[in-house]
């Protein structure tokens, strides 16, 4: 097989099961607060030798009400995108030499796997342009008989970090074996480049010698996913004090930042006795700027959301306020999550300590 080719084909498998630049194919959570319904005991009733009197079931508990969902309206005005972060350079210890082997040894044997059931579909692939299409034709080139990848050699040229410490970026450059499993023909070797990204180190990319470049290169985040992805992560956050008569109460106890530790304060200070209703209604999203970096697609966006919050009190009398509050939202290792948030004083609630080092980090 072509060596070229099949040195890329180690670069894919890394990436076929890494988070992409791009938003996953799955659908997001439902913007609404789900509610939760409760399993019905079962009455076992033993049979005896004297006649008894059938006991009737307990009725079933009545499911939770579920709160409506609530559309966020997202502007498409422009904002800028500025890569105003930085990522640092982190020692090139055993460790971290370690950690960047295994990784490509994990991936090496997820493309074992693929190259074993055939290879043959594209859309397997979770990548894009020219590297996927290299990738795919490496794969083809490869089957001649049952072979298996291996590390032959490794250096770790590049690692970096965020400024808080999380994994980031690597690059090393990486002497692949082909090796056929029977011992029947010798060891194929190519020798070239690859790029790591995240906390746990995808590979999701490979040095393209015929170009003098990254077969992909970076894929900055842009406006229009920014809009998409920052969505669920504003209306889950309101959905945290969001509630109607009968609906599960929603919410969880998070003390992992000064932000969060802020926010079930303010939570807790919420009144359901004298509001058994609260709800949002017409609410929009502004994006006013996008902080980020220059080699990666993480980042902080600041939204201003507005909206009205309409509360229902115990004789049913409807009371609607309109707000306008600011969020951080964060992007990173996981799914978009509100991060810190302004008060009406101008003061954030993290009292300027994310503490993203908490927050950034691949939960799968």
Request: hydrophobic share 45%.
């Amino acid at each position: 097989m072509r060596l070229q080719a099949a040195f890329l084909v180690v670069t894919f498998a890394a990436t076929a099961c890494a988070p992409s630049g791009a938003e996953p194919a799955s659908a997001e959570p439902s913007a609404a607060v789900q509610a939760t319904l409760s399993v019905q005991p079962t009455l076992s009733i033993q049979p005896t030798a004297e006649p008894t009197i059938a006991t009737a079931p307990s009725a079933a508990p009545e499911p939770a009400a579920r709160i409506p969902e609530y559309p966020l309206t997202v502007s498409t005005a422009a904002f800028p995108l500025v890569p105003s972060l930085a990522l640092r350079a982190a020692p090139i210890n055993d460790d971290a030499i370690a950690f960047v082997r295994s990784s490509i040894e994990r991936y090496l044997d997820m493309l074992d796997h693929f190259r074993a059931t055939g290879a043959t579909n594209r859309n397997a692939l979770s990548l894009s342009g020219r590297f996927r299409d290299a990738v795919f034709s490496g794969m083809k080139a490869s089957q001649d008989v049952e072979r298996k990848f291996a590390i032959g050699s490794l250096h770790v040229d590049r690692y970096l970090v965020k400024p808080w410490g999380t994994r980031a970026l690597a690059e090393a450059t990486v002497t692949i074996l082909d090796k056929a499993t029977s011992g029947s023909l010798p060891d194929q070797t190519e020798t070239g480049r690859l790029r790591l990204v995240g906390d746990r180190l995808f590979v999701v990319d490979a040095w393209d010698y015929a170009s003098g470049s990254w077969f992909n290169g970076p894929a900055p985040m842009t406006a229009d996913e920014l809009r998409q992805q920052i969505t669920w992560a504003i209306t889950s956050y309101l959905g945290t004090e969001t509630w109607v008569p009968g609906s599960a109460p929603v919410g969880f106890s998070d003390d992992s930042t000064p932000f969060w530790r802020a926010r079930q304060a303010y939570l807790a200070s919420l009144d359901h006795a004298a509001a058994p209703s609260r709800v949002f209604e017409d609410l929009t999203a502004t994006i006013e700027r996008y902080d980020t970096f220059s080699e990666i697609r993480d980042g902080l966006a600041t939204a201003r959301i507005s909206g009205t919050v309409a509360t229902k009190d115990p004789a049913g009398r409807v009371s609607r306020t309109s707000f306008a509050r600011t969020l951080r939202v964060f992007f990173g290792n996981w799914v978009p999550q509100v991060v810190d948030e302004q008060t009406a004083a101008g003061v954030w609630m993290s009292g300027g300590d994310l503490a993203l080092a908490a927050r950034d980090m691949n939960a799968a």
